[in-house]
């Protein structure tokens, strides 16, 4: 992929980061000081939870992954860099005018599916700009491409036929009384999902391979072992109490080595290795925590609470933020963040992390806690407000460094 298209994927890719942690701003401060709320009417914190949720999704976490897709499929001209340009542009278009749509109040009321009339339909149209254009970049590269990646291009071709269909009113309800929610196996089938995407990550970014290593195989193999084991677990409705379930999601903790074994398999950017440091440590605590809020008395006990509140930021604002980044350094030269926003949004994730939590193990005990004025829900909710400007401040820092194309060696 040209410069220009790498800076474009910067660009975009940060710039929804900025603008989804502004909004988690305005929640945050929503959340401490609720009489807000009545100066904003309508738009209301109900207005605003779809911005920050698809914004951070469909922005963040999907715009870096778009550009390790444009740096395997594209060729390294002007032409490439322009298709690139104009489905980026798409997307953004797309997400912005989703956020019109979710603030006035439309949306099909399913978590990460917001996309509801008009916007439903352009969101399949911007998908298809995207496909098409990599699809048709992709035939003038085509002596670079395995036979592997056309097949995983293919497949992706479905992927925005599968989220219009998923979003809407007629696939499944918004709350399905049918099921008593996540099970061992779908939380092992979806953690096992980040796990393939990893490590495809490296070959789609064309990463040369450490000589003599045996990682690459060993980590398919291990790959094949757990997606049998997973086939055979009980699915369905499945009670967290059950053996298999807790065995099965354990079996994850296995991953924690095989992860880091695999990663440094490969020779990854200069400046990456911080990022990949920190993502890996998210990934452990991502692991063992996600097993032991898992158990039944801890499950029961932290249900319903703030606690799982921060177990999702560990993992998207912990694990995939620091990632992500990596994967920006790793598309090509540029200017690398300053340190201290490094530092800045780790300790900021942490901190964040740790007032949810204990603010949830509260609300196990004293259900009414959050009824109440003052005392632990106002410190947790200020900490968390606190945290979160100190990740915004970070993230500006990054949009206005990494997206900049100014090669240097540092």
């Known amino acids: 992929m040209s410069p220009r298209g790498i800076t474009a994927v910067r660009r975009h890719s940060l710039g929804w980061l900025v603008a989804a ?32 949720l698809d914004w951070q999704l469909y922005g963040w976490c999907a715009l870096p992954l778009v550009g390790v897709l444009f740096h395997y499929y594209l060729p390294d001209d002007d032409r490439a860099a322009f298709a690139a340009r104009l489905a980026l542009g798409f997307w953004s278009v797309s997400l912005l005018l989703g956020g019109l749509s979710w603030l006035s109040g439309r949306v099909s009321g399913k978590l990460f599916l917001d996309w509801s009339g008009p916007v439903r339909g352009l969101w399949v149209f911007t998908g298809l700009v995207l496909w098409l254009g990599v699809l048709r970049q992709a035939r003038r590269r085509p002596a670079g491409i395995a036979w592997w990646g056309w097949t995983l291009l293919v497949l992706l071709g479905a992927v925005p036929f599968v989220l219009f269909w998923a979003a809407g009113p007629d696939s499944y309800p918004p709350v399905d009384p049918d099921t008593g929610g996540a099970t061992g196996a779908s939380l092992l089938g979806s953690t096992l999902g980040v796990v393939g995407l990893f490590g495809l990550i490296p070959w789609l970014l064309r990463l040369p391979a450490v000589p003599g290593t045996r990682a690459r195989r060993g980590y398919a193999a291990a790959f094949a072992l757990a997606v049998s084991f997973y086939a055979g677990m009980g699915h369905g409705d499945t009670s967290n109490h059950r053996p298999d379930q807790i065995v099965g999601l354990g079996s994850l903790i296995i991953w924690i080595p095989l992860v880091w074994w695999y990663a440094r398999a490969f020779v990854w950017a200069a400046g990456s290795a911080r990022w990949l440091g920190a993502a890996f440590i998210w990934w ?12 039944p008395e801890i499950a029961d006990h932290l249900k319903f609470t703030n606690g799982l509140v921060a177990h999702a930021h560990l993992a998207m604002a912990g694990l995939v933020t620091s990632l992500f980044v990596a994967l920006l350094l790793n598309l090509g030269p540029g200017r690398m963040p300053h340190a201290t926003s490094f530092w800045l949004w780790q300790l900021g994730c942490a901190v964040h992390v740790v007032a949810l939590l204990w603010l949830g193990w509260r609300e196990g005990t004293e259900p009414a806690l959050l009824y109440l004025r003052g005392g632990a829900t106002d410190l947790a909710y200020g900490l968390r407000l606190l945290a979160g400007g100190a990740m915004f401040l970070a993230s500006v820092d990054w949009w206005l460094t990494l997206a900049r194309h100014e090669p240097t060696t540092k």
Do not use: C, E, K, Q
């Open 21 to 52: 942690n502004l909004v988690g701003l305005l929640l945050a401060a929503l959340l401490l000081w609720p009489g807000l709320n009545d100066l904003l009417a309508p738009l209301t914190y109900g207005r605003w939870v779809p911005l920050h």
């Open 284 to 295: 452990v605590l991502l692991v063992l925590t996600g097993w032991i809020d898992f158990l």
